[in-house]
């Protein structure tokens, strides 16, 4: 069954539309997936996730998603749901998706503004709630013997990752902060301390250059 859509642009990671909530469901636990994919959506525009097809396994779900024209369409499926099924449905989101004005896409600021995409989904997804239908059989049938090559990882993976490349950049800005080379006291203490050293030297410099010159003149 699909359970979260989110249609989102990438090269922001701005979420655009979602599908209306399943009041089955438990508000708490559509929040926390609301969220992972968010997470996601935000970790394709950093370029840290293909953008191209993926599946993300989490807790006896999966996430699928695809990426169009720079457009993320993405859904929480439970694992049981055909993998097939839940690209056709992406498919269909991403067909619908590019008949509408794709300037107003770049026009949106803020979160789930794009409502009349709200709308589309929740009708696309009607489609897909039965499996078992004539015309979803169709499309699991299609190709039977052909597989979808897309690349599979847990969600848990994906989070540990992105936890050390922050702690790793954080050791990094911690230790050039701290650097006695990069220090802005240390800095102003050497400035202090062999400014007017430099100085005189390259007074001293000037005034024995400019007495040799006049010796050579009265020579």
């Given at each position: 069954m699909?359970?979260v859509?989110?249609?989102?642009?990438?090269?922001?990671?701005?979420?655009?539309?979602?599908?209306?909530?399943?009041?089955?469901?438990?508000?708490?636990?559509?929040?926390?997936?609301?969220?992972?994919?968010?997470?996601?959506?935000?970790?394709?525009?950093?370029q840290?996730?293909?953008?191209?097809?993926m599946t993300?396994?989490?807790?006896?779900?999966?996430f699928?998603y695809?990426v169009?024209?720079?457009?993320?369409?993405?859904?929480?499926?439970?694992s049981?749901?055909p993998?097939?099924?839940?690209f056709?449905?992406?498919q269909?989101?991403?067909?619908?998706f590019?008949?509408?004005?794709?300037?107003?896409?770049?026009?949106?600021?803020?979160?789930?503004?794009?409502?009349?995409?709200?709308?589309i989904?929740?009708?696309i997804?009607?489609q897909?709630v039965?499996t078992r239908?004539?015309?979803?059989?169709?499309?699991?049938?299609?190709?039977?013997?052909?597989e979808?090559d897309?690349?599979?990882?847990e969600?848990?993976?994906?989070?540990?990752?992105?936890?050390?490349?922050?702690?790793?950049?954080?050791k990094?800005?911690?230790?050039?902060?701290?650097?006695?080379?990069?220090e802005?006291k240390r800095?102003?203490?050497?400035?202090l301390?062999?400014?007017?050293?430099?100085?005189l030297?390259?007074?001293?410099?000037?005034?024995?250059w400019?007495?040799l010159?006049?010796q050579?003149?009265?020579?």
């Amino acid at each position: 069954m699909v359970k979260v859509t989110i249609i989102g642009r990438v090269s922001d990671g701005m979420p655009l539309a979602q599908g209306q909530r399943l009041h089955e469901e438990n508000n708490d636990v559509l929040t926390t997936y609301k969220k992972q994919a968010e997470f996601i959506l935000k970790e394709i525009s950093l370029q840290a996730l293909p953008s191209s097809k993926m599946t993300i396994l989490v807790d006896h779900h999966c996430f699928n998603y695809m990426v169009e024209n720079g457009i993320c369409y993405l859904t929480l499926c439970e694992s049981s749901y055909p993998r097939k099924l839940a690209f056709h449905y992406l498919q269909d989101l991403q067909q619908e998706f590019e008949r509408l004005d794709s300037s107003l896409v770049d026009r949106i600021t803020k979160p789930y503004t794009f409502i009349k995409l709200d709308t589309i989904i929740g009708n696309i997804r009607k489609q897909y709630v039965d499996t078992r239908t004539q015309a979803n059989l169709s499309k699991l049938n299609a190709h039977r013997q052909k597989e979808l090559d897309i690349a599979t990882e847990e969600l848990s993976l994906i989070t540990e990752r992105k936890r050390r490349v922050e702690m790793m950049e954080r050791k990094m800005e911690a230790h050039i902060s701290t650097s006695p080379v990069w220090e802005s006291k240390r800095l102003e203490i050497i400035a202090l301390k062999w400014t007017p050293i430099t100085i005189l030297l390259v007074v001293a410099s000037v005034l024995l250059w400019t007495s040799l010159i006049l010796q050579d003149d009265f020579r």
